[in-house]
């Protein structure tokens, strides 16, 4: 039996709760504040759809994905093994690509560049302000002070030069260096030149190479086309980070097969020149565009007095 009141609600008789059932109101039942959802929504009559969607209606949403700004990504983030990304590689050459300002003509105190490496002379003190700095050092005895000996008298660029030609049998040899080593370490170099290599023997060479190791000093090698079958063994040493070839000491190609040979490639290459050399450095850096990581520039004061770019490295 059934009972009906008379304003057409309907009411069962039995005390169970109804089934819930949408009701054509147009009164939004979602309190101030609620979650904006109800259940079931994707269930509605013809009515319902027919008066509209109501504007606090529940919608479907596409799903958007954001990228974590660069700050946030680069936070450590647990991942497997085979997924992480490799470190760099452990001792990459920081010189590779960079231009050589190659001043050790000039005392003046130097700036530098951020993406170029600088060489001081003998008697600068200090790096360039920016950048990276490389610190002339000599095999010979720079002043010709006589502290260092006993000497050699067999080399003409000792002689042109009025240095001191130190013999490596004596104490002076070891003294010079740890003198020069000590004072750029101090100074706060990386790098080191170790001038005038030709006028030695190659163990004497890799033996001022390793004492430089023993610094922390890295070594610059200095026109190894003159170290004649040895240089290849010169230019492998692990201690040696780049190359400065003058006029007459070697060509582009003839590096470039060193270097490959010494297992280095990628070694930086520089070709300096000053004065007369204005023509050499011109076919040079005609050669060298060939290859990778070699430079050509040219001082147009002095010796080494300044440095204009021929051929910047690529």
């Known amino acids: 039996m059934f009972l009906w009141r008379d304003d057409g609600k309907l009411a069962g008789l039995n005390s169970q709760p109804a089934a819930p059932a949408y009701r054509p109101t147009r009164e939004s039942r979602i309190a101030r504040g609620a979650p904006r959802y109800t259940e079931r929504w994707d269930i509605a009559s013809d009515a319902d759809l027919d008066r509209g969607i109501p504007v606090n209606f529940p919608r479907r949403v596409k799903v958007v994905v954001f990228t974590p700004p660069?700050?946030?990504?680069?936070?450590?983030?647990?991942?497997?093994?085979?997924?992480?990304?490799?470190?760099?590689?452990?001792?990459?050459?920081?010189?590779?690509g960079k231009r050589l300002r190659?001043?050790?003509?000039?005392?003046?105190?130097?700036?530098?560049?951020?993406?170029?490496?600088?060489?001081?002379?003998?008697?600068?003190?200090?790096?360039?302000?920016r950048g990276i700095s490389i610190a002339y050092c000599n095999l010979f005895d720079e002043n010709h002070t006589g502290r260092y000996g006993p000497y050699l008298?067999?080399?003409?660029?000792?002689?042109?030069?009025?240095?001191?030609?130190?013999?490596?049998r004596g104490p002076g040899w070891e003294k010079n260096l740890r003198e020069q080593f000590e004072r750029r370490k101090k100074q706060g170099f990386e790098y080191v030149e170790l001038d005038?290599?030709?006028?030695?023997?190659?163990k004497d060479v890799i033996g001022a190479i390793e004492l430089?190791?023993?610094?922390?000093?890295?070594?610059?090698?200095?026109?190894?086309?003159?170290?004649?079958g040895e240089a290849k063994a010169y230019i492998a040493h692990p201690n040696v980070y780049g190359i400065i070839v003058e006029r007459g000491a070697g060509n582009p190609a003839e590096m470039e097969a060193l270097r490959r040979k010494a297992g280095k490639p990628g070694l930086p290459v520089w070709f300096v020149a000053f004065g007369a050399g204005r023509g050499w450095a011109g076919t040079v850096a005609n050669g060298a565009k060939q290859y990778r990581n070699m430079g050509v520039t040219y001082s147009s004061a002095g010796e080494y007095g300044n440095s204009i770019d021929i051929l910047s490295p690529t």
């Open 212 to 228: 430089a190791a023993s610094y922390g000093l890295k070594v610059i090698a200095k026109n190894p086309g003159l170290m004649g």
């Open 196 to 202: 005038n290599p030709d006028a030695y023997s190659m």
């Open 102 to 129: 190659y001043l050790i003509g000039s005392d003046a105190s130097r700036s530098g560049s951020d993406d170029e490496v600088t060489e001081v002379s003998y008697s600068t003190s200090a790096p360039a302000r």
């Open 153 to 168: 008298h067999t080399s003409d660029t000792a002689k042109q030069y009025n240095e001191g030609q130190i013999d490596p």
């Open 70 to 96: 660069v700050r946030s990504a680069a936070l450590p983030v647990a991942a497997p093994p085979s997924a992480r990304v490799a470190p760099p590689i452990a001792g990459a050459n920081v010189l590779a």
